[in-house]
């Protein structure tokens, strides 16, 4: 473990010449990306932060003040298994790959980039939220997924570099130069362009789009390249932190919802109302889903059957790892009508994924139908049906109200306002949004959490402003 490099890393980088100039290269350019796209207005600031310093299950963390630019951004992998295989596919019970495998480079640097891409991404669409934190605890949360973002981005590009020769340094440099949002140069997947500009964004977020990244990230970690499985694995341990962010930030957010319905108005009371809670799931979750890619794909035949990318607990869920003798049936819209269509397992494992992370999400509903329950509110959260809002797959280009029927561009037009966020909603949570800074204060739209960070208690001051 060579902690005290420049670049933190359980790879022997020191004793890799090349890559390490490589990546001392591209490290000021991190920095400099960070510092105009990483969080606005707190990188001088003493953060209580996390930082990975080794990947064993305990004690891989170590806890501390850090300002942000002098977090250790490091490169740590899962230790290699003896006698590693690829898990599935063509090649299945083959050595896993160390190298590159000509046949799959443009497949394997493709999937690499996408996933890298998304890293950065969060990081420049959270940039302002930190302006209007509703605790200190939250301002460090928020600052905690960044600074994990964007040592996912380094785990990419050390792949990228140490893997794919002078492409993959292109392809390195050219995840710092896409920026979310941006007509000309945007971020490559639709969910990563779309503005997370308040805290009840930021929550849904990291419970929806987060959790995609749990899922591909699961998918990759199965992966026959056996660099990029033992880094996804890794990346996971962290990942769960986001998603405990998003799931406990909107549980608590309706909490406090539930609590001011007691009192009266939730809006008067200065809440953010259920609908809108549930809009703006309705706006994320549909963004997610997409993700995932289309239903039918000729692309996830092929990465399953070159052992890039496999099922989610490929090894630990399934015994048949070849999957190439059933079919699935999945819905597809034909002449203006749904139907449902066979098609071989391989090109369907895009839709195979989604139905895990849906399982998933229906967790985080159920949980906070539990807070409302508890609270004593009738009503309940629900997620929309996946077809409801898609722009990826088959059901792009199509229109469905929220339960999944399908429904006319005119009726959806006329509709979309009770399910999905109008600008008005948006204004109102803006409306709410106002820093509460001294430690133990909270903002009157959400509850506090149950408890602090790593033995912390929420009174703890998790940023020194
Ligand atoms: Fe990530
Ligand atoms: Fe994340």
């Known amino acids: 473990m060579n902690l005290y490099d420049r670049i933190p890393n359980n790879v022997n980088l020191s004793e890799d010449k090349k890559l390490q100039r490589a990546l001392e290269k591209w490290l000021p350019n991190y920095l400099d990306w960070w510092r105009e796209m990483g ?14 310093v ?34 599935f596919g063509d090649n299945h019970g083959r050595p896993a790959y160390q190298e590159v495998p000509g046949e799959f480079r443009n497949a394997l640097r493709r999937i690499i980039v996408t996933q890298g891409d998304t890293e950065p991404a969060s990081v420049e669409q959270q940039r302002q939220l930190g302006k209007t934190c509703p605790s200190l605890y939250d301002l460090r949360n928020l600052f905690q997924v960044n600074v994990e973002e964007g040592r996912h981005l380094w785990a990419m590009v050390y792949l ?23 007509p000309d140069k945007p971020r490559i997947l639709e969910a990563f362009n779309q503005p997370c500009d308040d805290w009840l964004n930021f929550f849904a977020f990291t419970m929806f789009t987060d959790r995609d990244g749990k899922y591909q990230l699961s998918a990759l970690a199965e992966s026959g390249f056996e660099p990029l499985a033992r880094t996804c694995q890794f990346m996971l341990t962290e990942e769960a932190h986001h998603m405990f962010v998003g799931d406990t930030g909107l549980g608590r957010v309706v909490r406090r919802t539930a609590q001011l ?32 890619g289309g239903e039918i794909s000729s692309n996830s035949a092929d990465f ?44 369907a494992l895009n839709e195979v994924l989604r139905g895990e992370y849906v399982k998933d999400c229906e967790k985080g509903l159920a949980r906070w139908n539990k807070v409302l329950a508890d609270e004593g509110a009738s009503e309940r959260l629900f997620l929309p049906h ?18 999944g029927n399908l ?43 149950a408890a602090g960070i790593k033995g912390k208690s929420f009174e703890f001051e998790y940023v020194r402003l």
């Open 160 to 182: 990228l570099h140490g893997y794919f020769g002078r492409d993959g340094r292109d392809e390195a440099d050219a995840l710092l130069e896409r920026r979310s949002g941006n």
């Open 39 to 52: 969080p606005d207005g707190f990188q001088e600031k003493d953060v209580w932060l996390r930082t990975a």
């Open 407 to 449: 429904i006319s561009r005119e009726e959806f037009e006329r509709r979309k306002d009770e399910w999905l966020p109008t600008i008005e909603d948006r204004k109102y949570v803006r409306s709410l949004m106002h820093p509460v800074y001294e430690p133990g204060k909270i903002a009157n739209w959400i509850a506090p959490p």
């Open 304 to 347: 399953f059957a070159a052992g890039l990318k496999g099922r989610y607990k490929e090894r630990e869920q399934y015994t048949d790892h070849l999957a190439t003798n059933e079919n699935v049936r999945v819905t597809i819209v034909e002449d203006g009508q749904l139907k449902t269509r066979e098609v071989p397992l391989r090109n």
């Open 261 to 292: 319905m007691k009192e009266g108005d939730v809006r008067e009371l200065g809440g953010i109302p259920l609908e809108i809670i549930q809009k703006y799931i309705n706006f994320w979750f549909s963004y997610s889903l997409d993700l995932f």
């Open 54 to 87: 080794d990947v064993g299950s305990e004690g891989w963390a170590h806890f501390d003040y850090v300002k942000m630019p002098e977090y250790r951004w490091g490169i740590f992998l899962e230790p290699p298994q003896p006698d590693a295989i690829v898990g």
């Open 386 to 403: 996946p077809r409801f809002h898609r722009h990826v797959g088959e059901f792009a280009g199509h229109t469905f109200d929220i339960e």
